[in-house]
């Protein structure tokens, strides 16, 4: 009998869907004594990885939970593709509302897309570091208030200058779409799930228009 044969795969435990979103961390007393390989010494560390039926893995979650977290994505993102767009059609208004130029008012989207480069320097290494899931909600957040703020601004260098902040913070679905959707995916089946989140993709910035 191999060594694989003989590692014994703990039960599955369910863990209360509150807690995986309150508790990062998940610890189960599974995971807590299992036999990882490695003595714990600096010269031969802990192999840390996932424990077979871990679930906190999302290699594990049931297909239908894979496709919800990828359409909600995929929905975050084609929000934040319609908030980047979507200025253009009252652009009008707003040279007339706080009179200034069209190149001035065309800033409200430039300014945006420019946050669209600087948030990924941020948001891609702090998922890595902190999680996804508290950065989107997080993130999201802030890109709600900026441009409630925007809604509101009483002059275009507030305007303009809260744009830029809700594209710095809108680049977070951008940004770490594509990799919620290989942590839940293997390589096999990767291709359908970024085929649909793609194809939501490509049409985001038609109704903005």
Known sequence: MSDAENIEVPARTRIPYW?????????????????YDGSGTEEDPYRVKWIPNDPRNPMTFSLVKKWFITM????TTLAVALVSSAYT?????IIMEFHISQEVATLGVSLFVLGFAIGPLLWAPLSEM???QYLFIGTYAALTAFNSGCAGAQNA???IVL????????SSPLTNAGGTIADMFP???????MDCFVARGAENYVPGI
Do not use: W
């Open 130 to 132: 902190f999680g996804r």
């Open 163 to 170: 744009r830029f902040f809700a594209g710095a913070f809108g």
């Open 157 to 159: 260098q507030t305007l």
């Open 187 to 193: 390589a096999s089946q990767r291709g359908l799930a």
């Open 89 to 93: 059609g009252g652009i009008r208004e």
């Open 72 to 75: 909600t994505v995929a929905l």
């Open 19 to 35: 807690r995986l979103v309150a508790d990062q961390a998940g610890i189960t007393p599974e995971v807590q004594n299992y036999k």
